[in-house]
């Protein structure tokens, strides 16, 4: 049996709880002699598996990973897999693999002045036709307003939109902002669900009575387009339109670029020059001169709307970016950004100290936290 095959079987077969005394201690000698493309490949493969099994999260992990990190491998290039694992396997905490730092390795997150540094949570503001603005993260649910004949309804933490006349002519204009540091989620008139990222922003009419449904999105969003084939829902972003019937899809466009990942259904995408067609699994990357389409990376695509940052060769501005949008933190540098990229996982809900211990090991960077900046010592 081929070295990979027997691994992922070792390595499954202690997922479920299968594994003999032997084939853990199989496991463990074996991990250190596995090639780093191969062993980052397998990490990569088993991720999914693990998330839908669940990770057992006991002491044998700490047996096999201080294996690892007492190979004669280079220790640098091992910490990197032993976190990213560490991540993956689900161990407790994420302790181990930080405790087993070289002593005299500088710490990776220093803090000038003590600051609760939270993840994003769910909060947006409402701004109706009239101007008036409303925080929903400090409302409560129930309803919240009446746009013409359109009822605004908050329910269990989400934005609810309900006509009692769909003839009503009377179409008047909200939008749903999201701020750094929180996220949302709304229903539209039509049933279609929109899960707002942070530094968002939506506007959309009160009622879809016309032959379409048209929206504008800033920033970032993910689509379940009520099915209407009498009314194409259309995205409005940066100049360029997203056409579809009913679909799921995720729109990234926080800067001229825009990144259009179809998960199922299809869509259009329209830069005034040209009009590409997606099919589910494609990702459409364009401005206003040029659409390529390549295929995507699902699992990276919505991975934010799941809870997770999922880094797949990002480099360390596009890392800092997301955690400058997410945990409401401005980054700036020390040093010369490298032109590396990398890639590992973690849970939006952890700690901003978990995911830059995380970075610190995939990336050898240190980090110092001063009030609500974040300077990345390169």
């Known amino acids: 049996m081929p070295v990979t095959d027997r691994l992922r079987y070792l390595l499954r ?18 991990l250190p002699t596995v090639e780093d493309d191969v062993l980052e490949e397998l990490v990569d493969e088993e991720y999914e598996v693990i998330k839908l ?9 700490n047996r096999l990973f201080n294996n690892i990190v007492r190979s004669p491998r280079s220790r640098s290039r091992w910490w990197q897999y032993a976190a990213a694992a560490a991540v993956v396997l689900g161990i407790a905490g994420s302790a181990y693999y930080f405790a087993q730092r070289p002593e005299k390795e500088a710490a990776p997150l220093t803090q000038s002045t003590p600051v609760e540094v939270q993840p994003a949570r769910s909060g947006a503001v409402l701004t109706l036709s009239n101007g008036q603005q409303i ?5 409560a649910d129930g309803n919240i307003a009446s746009q013409g004949s359109t009822q605004v309804s908050k329910v269990n933490g989400r934005l609810v939109y309900s006509s009692a006349d769909a003839s009503s002519r ?7 902002s999201t701020p750094r540091g929180r996220h949302f989620q709304l229903e539209l008139p039509d049933g279609t669900r929109v899960w707002l990222n942070a530094l968002s922003s939506l506007k959309y009419p009160n009622v879809f009575n016309d032959g379409e449904r048209s929206v504008t999105l800033q920033g970032e969003g993910y689509f379940d387009v009520a099915k ?22 995720n729109v990234q466009a926080y800067t001229s670029t ?11 995408v329209n830069n005034g020059n040209s009009r590409t ?11 206003d001169q040029s659409i390529q389409v390549r295929p995507a990376d699902m699992q990276k695509a919505v991975a934010w709307k799941e809870g997770e940052f999922r880094f797949r060769s990002d480099d360390m501005s596009n890392i800092m970016d997301q955690l400058s949008h997410w945990y409401d933190i401005d980054v700036r540098y020390t040093g010369k950004l490298p032109e590396k990229r990398y890639s590992g996982s973690i849970s939006r809900h952890a700690k901003i100290e978990e995911v830059l211990e995380m ?5 050898g960077a240190r980090f110092e936290l001063k009030d609500a900046e974040l300077t990345v010592i390169l």
């Open 53 to 61: 099994l669940g990770a057992r999260q006991d002491a044998d992990w």
């Open 258 to 268: 825009i990144v259009t990942t179809l998960i199922e259904g299809a869509v259009s």
């Open 13 to 30: 077969s202690y997922i479920d709880g299968s594994s003999t005394p032997a084939e853990l201690q199989e496991l463990s000698d074996l």
């Open 277 to 287: 067609a997606l099919k589910p699994g494609q990702q459409a990357v364009s401005n």
């Open 359 to 363: 970075l610190h090991v995939l990336t």
């Open 228 to 249: 209407d084939a009498a009314k194409p829902f259309r995205v409005k972003v940066n100049g360029q339109t997203i056409e579809v019937l009913g679909t799921g899809f």
């Open 135 to 139: 925080v929903l993260d400090s409302a």
């Open 170 to 176: 009377e179409i008047v204009y909200n939008t749903v």
